[in-house]
């Protein structure tokens, strides 16, 4: 008996993609760096179905029909490269190397060039949706060598999502780095999506005093709205669960966040293409600031607040932070999708804006009935330069603005922090005024340092300089963006 695939990594993604994968009809070699969890995963879980356990690569390698196919599942960086370096002389030309884990998309260029340069072919694939998703189908975002679709594609559109109309959560993303970029993408996003719930759940606890009973009302609620989503869900559940002493679970928990790189990644790459990230950048540095526990401890003692009690319509607020959730979730994938705009044009990328958001429909921890409304404006245009110029999303955010700025202005007289709401608006604010204060900050960078202009009354293009103290010079430094 043939494997039709052999996986790499038995750790809890990797073993409950093999469960995927057996119960669509799929065999699948495994082996990993210690035999033991190989047998005890053949011996176990996995015991009577087609899983051939493989102690070497060798035998895993022997164990694959062609063309060949091995799925990477290991920790990002230098374990994937020496494992790439392990494999190619065990595979013929045409085999297919694929990296599932959450590898930095410029080693996915890097790689696919690599492993082409050798005769075979790669994909680097973004995973999404956790243990759950890789055991009940994932969303999925392949790139790299496009030769090598066609050998995957029945094992990955069998394995994925689906959303109600049988659709899978996953296809062809794009060459070289393009499916890891996607997935990137997907991650800041979550980090935005993130951060925005929590924002809300801090104005609703210490702004209105809600208790957690009431917030997991709240949250249940919203879960039936526009906003309804895996994160929404989630929360809702978080906030309903209690110890076995009564005690909400989510009031032990340090407020100190976590973060694997992902979202630092995205914010990276939106400082390279010059992408005004603001609300995902900002959800990072959130998280960095949360991780000085004991630093704000001590600020909260030198600078003590007393939030004002809450004195209007308890009711009648919520749902304006509702909206102006709604809002801020709006510019988030706003930006998002600016970023993956741009990065295409830098690196050649054709990428499906409508057909990945039918890949983050399902599986994906960002999936929510919200991507329908982005696949339709992409459909309908796939030129478009800026989803809050989609007719039913400028149409929205327009009865969605005056609830946004009550409520971040709430926050700031009561001195609660919302940085994720407060610049997704001033990033509206921004992208929607015709004319910025840029020109004062042209004309303070040509007085010190002759950077030059461009003028209104002359055709783009062109740059001047003014000898602003009269013993200046006409000389002036030569113009670029850096």
Same mark, same amino acid.
């Given at each position: 008996?043939?494997?039709?695939?052999?996986?790499?990594?038995?750790?809890?993604?990797?073993?409950?993609?093999?469960?995927?994968?057996?119960?669509?009809?799929?065999?699948?070699?495994?082996?990993?760096?210690?035999?033991?969890?190989?047998?005890?995963?053949?011996?176990?879980?996995?015991?009577?179905?087609?899983?051939?356990?493989?102690?070497?690569?060798?035998?895993?390698?022997?164990?694959?029909?062609?063309?060949?196919?091995?799925?990477?599942?290991?920790?990002?960086?230098?374990?994937?490269? =020496?494992? +790439?370096? %392990?494999?190619?002389?065990?595979?013929?030309? @045409?085999?297919?190397? *694929?990296?599932? &884990?959450? !590898?930095?998309?410029? =080693?996915? +260029?890097? %790689?696919?060039?690599?492993?082409?340069?050798? @005769?075979?072919?790669? *994909?680097?694939? &973004?995973? !999404?949706?956790?243990?759950?998703?890789?055991?009940?189908?994932?969303?999925?975002?392949?790139? @790299?060598?496009?030769?090598?679709?066609?050998?995957?594609?029945?094992?990955?559109?069998?394995?994925?999502?689906?959303?109600?109309?049988?659709?899978?959560?996953?296809?062809?993303?794009?060459?070289?780095?393009?499916?890891?970029?996607?997935?990137?993408?997907?991650?800041?996003?979550?980090?935005?999506?993130?951060?925005?719930?929590?924002?809300?759940?801090?104005?609703?606890?210490?702004?209105?005093?809600?208790?957690?009973?009431?917030?997991?009302?709240?949250?249940?609620?919203?879960?039936?709205?526009?906003?309804?989503?895996?994160?929404?869900?989630?929360?809702?559940?978080?906030?309903?669960?209690?110890?076995?002493?009564?005690?909400?679970?989510?009031?032990?928990?340090?407020?100190?966040?976590?973060?694997?790189?992902?979202?630092?990644?995205?914010?990276?790459?939106?400082?390279?293409?010059?992408?005004?990230?603001?609300?995902?950048?900002?959800?990072?540095?959130?998280?960095?600031?949360?991780?000085?526990?004991?630093?704000?401890?001590?600020?909260?003692?030198?600078?003590?607040?007393?939030?004002?009690?809450?004195?209007?319509?308890?009711?009648?607020?919520?749902?304006?932070?509702?909206?102006?959730?709604?809002?801020?979730?709006?510019?988030?994938?706003?930006?998002?999708?600016?970023?993956?705009?741009?990065?295409?044009?830098?690196?050649?990328?054709?990428?499906?804006?409508?057909?990945?958001?039918?890949?983050?429909?399902?599986?994906?921890?960002?999936?929510?009935?919200?991507?329908?409304?982005?696949?339709?404006?992409?459909?309908?245009?796939?030129?478009?330069?800026?989803?809050?110029?989609?007719?039913?999303?400028?149409?929205?955010?327009?009865?969605?603005?005056?609830?946004?700025?009550?409520?971040?202005?709430?926050?700031?007289?009561?001195?609660?922090?919302?940085?994720?709401?407060?610049?997704?608006?001033?990033?509206?604010?921004?992208?929607?005024?015709?004319?910025?204060?840029?020109?004062?900050?042209?004309?303070?960078?040509?007085?010190?340092?002759?950077?030059?202009?461009?003028?209104?009354?002359?055709?783009?293009?062109?740059?001047?300089?003014?000898?602003?103290?009269?013993?200046?010079?006409?000389?002036?430094?030569?113009?670029?963006?850096?």
């Amino acid at each position: 008996m043939k494997a039709d695939i052999g996986l790499v990594g038995l750790a809890v993604m990797g073993e409950n993609l093999v469960m995927n994968m057996v119960s669509k009809g799929f065999t699948v070699a495994v082996y990993n760096r210690t035999s033991e969890k190989v047998d005890r995963f053949v011996e176990g879980r996995a015991k009577g179905l087609p899983v051939i356990g493989c102690h070497t690569l060798e035998d895993m390698v022997s164990s694959l029909s062609t063309p060949r196919k091995v799925f990477l599942m290991v920790k990002a960086g230098q374990a994937v490269d =020496d494992l +790439i370096d %392990r494999l190619l002389p065990l595979l013929d030309d @045409g085999d297919v190397i *694929i990296d599932g &884990g959450n !590898s930095h998309f410029p =080693d996915t +260029i890097r %790689r696919t060039a690599y492993v082409e340069s050798k @005769g075979k072919l790669y *994909i680097g694939t &973004g995973v !999404s949706g956790g243990e759950e998703g890789a055991l009940k189908g994932p969303s999925m975002m392949p790139g @790299g060598s496009p030769e090598a679709w066609k050998y995957v594609k029945p094992i990955f559109q069998g394995i994925c999502a689906k959303v109600e109309d049988g659709s899978p959560c996953c296809d062809w993303v794009g060459e070289n780095g393009a499916g890891h970029f996607v997935k990137m993408v997907h991650n800041g996003i979550e980090y935005g999506d993130m951060q925005l719930i929590c924002e809300a759940y801090q104005l609703l606890r210490d702004g209105l005093g809600l208790s957690n009973d009431e917030l997991h009302e709240v949250f249940a609620r919203w879960n039936e709205t526009e906003l309804d989503s895996y994160l929404i869900e989630i929360t809702r559940d978080i906030l309903g669960h209690r110890e076995e002493n009564g005690d909400a679970t989510v009031d032990l928990i340090l407020d100190r966040a976590g973060q694997k790189g992902t979202g630092k990644w995205t914010g990276i790459a939106a400082l390279d293409e010059a992408v005004p990230l603001t609300l995902i950048t900002e959800a990072v540095f959130s998280r960095c600031l949360s991780a000085d526990k004991d630093g704000r401890v001590k600020a909260s003692a030198l600078f003590p607040k007393t939030i004002p009690a809450f004195t209007g319509d308890k009711e009648a607020f919520i749902e304006a932070v509702r909206k102006a959730l709604y809002a801020s979730k709006i510019v988030s994938y706003a930006q998002g999708y600016a970023l993956m705009r741009s990065a295409a044009a830098t690196y050649n990328w054709n990428l499906n804006y409508g057909g990945i958001a039918l890949m983050w429909r399902g599986g994906c921890i960002i999936r929510s009935v919200f991507l329908g409304k982005i696949k339709e404006a992409y459909d309908k245009n796939p030129a478009l330069e800026n989803l809050i110029m989609d007719d039913y999303f400028a149409s929205v955010l327009k009865t969605l603005i005056p609830a946004w700025r009550e409520v971040v202005s709430y926050a700031v007289k009561a001195g609660i922090p919302m940085p994720a709401f407060s610049s997704a608006l001033s990033w509206f604010d921004g992208y929607t005024t015709g004319r910025l204060p840029a020109n004062l900050l042209q004309a303070q960078r040509d007085y010190f340092g002759a950077h030059t202009y461009e003028r209104v009354d002359r055709p783009r293009g062109e740059f001047f300089h003014t000898n602003w103290t009269g013993h200046g010079g006409s000389t002036s430094a030569s113009n670029y963006n850096a």
